[in-house]
């Protein structure tokens, strides 16, 4: 079985429901607000990732990200409109996200983004480990999501025990190999400076290790992105990607 033959459609209740047809409910939903929810227009144009570039998705989460920083986010009004305008028969994410697992680093509601909008992994120090190589593999050749943020953050514990590798229980030490690159790479050992190369490894780890992502970067059918997040001011900024790292358009 290839990864086309697998169906985003909910395997539970076999719904067969077509993008089409979630687009149509979405359009139906803005037309006639349900329940005092206020759902935009905006909402159903922009329901299918098959409908925008890279650049167009990317630019849609830092819109949402500037709206979180301002004070003004307005996913939360049409979450449980999505819902009731059968979510769980599909999705449809434009995006991906692999995040650090902190609990300061709340994805969705950072950039803005309602229910189905982002296809979000996490594990403390945004590592790309085969698991969540393969969970990004499935939002981008089954789902089509058209850009991936990896989005380290300010003040990371991970990548702060990487640097200081102490005593630590369990199997916390388990994340440090995937962390040295980036303390080894950085120029100095300040944490903001480690997490921010580590966003960019990270990255380009995503890229190098996966021909399924290689083969969209080249083609221009999806951007990987490095980008730190800062739990101070709520803000995203996207990193530059080195030249040794970029690939395709
Ligand atoms: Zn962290």
């Known amino acids: 079985m290839s990864l086309s033959d697998i169906s985003p459609e909910n395997p539970e209740t076999g719904c067969r429901t077509s993008r089409r047809e979630m687009i149509g409910a979405m359009a139906a939903l803005a037309a006639a607000p349900a329940l005092g929810l206020a759902a ?36 939360h009004t049409k979450d449980l409109a999505i819902i009731k305008a059968r ?34 992994t996490r594990v403390a120090g945004n590592i790309t480990t085969p698991e969540i190589i393969a969970s990004l593999e499935y939002g981008i050749a089954v789902l089509g999501i058209k850009a991936v943020v990896v989005m380290g953050h300010s003040n990371c ?32 050992s300040d944490p903001m400076v480690v997490t921010r190369q580590n966003a960019v490894i990270q990255a380009a780890t995503l890229i190098n290790s996966s021909p399924v992502v290689e083969g969209k970067v080249r ?26 790292m970029r690939v395709g358009k």
Do not use: H
């Open 40 to 75: 935009e227009p905006a909402m159903a144009a922009a329901a299918s990732p098959e409908m925008l570039t890279p650049d167009q998705a990317l630019k849609e989460i830092m819109d949402g990200n500037a709206r979180f920083v301002a004070g003004a986010p307005t996913a």
């Open 87 to 120: 979510a769980a028969e599909g999705q449809w994410p434009i995006v991906g996200v692999l995040s650090c697992a902190d609990s300061r680093v709340p994805v969705e509601m950072v950039f803005d983004e309602p229910i189905g909008r982002l296809f979000v």
């Open 157 to 188: 514990g991970a990548v702060k025990a990487a640097i200081e590798n102490p005593e630590v229980p369990g199997q916390i030490s388990a994340l440090f190999p995937a962390i040295l690159p980036a303390v080894y790479m950085s120029s100095s």
């Open 219 to 244: 083609a221009g059918e999806l951007k990987v992105v490095p980008a730190v997040y800062d739990v101070a001011t709520g803000k995203v900024e996207m990193l530059p990607i080195p030249p040794a």
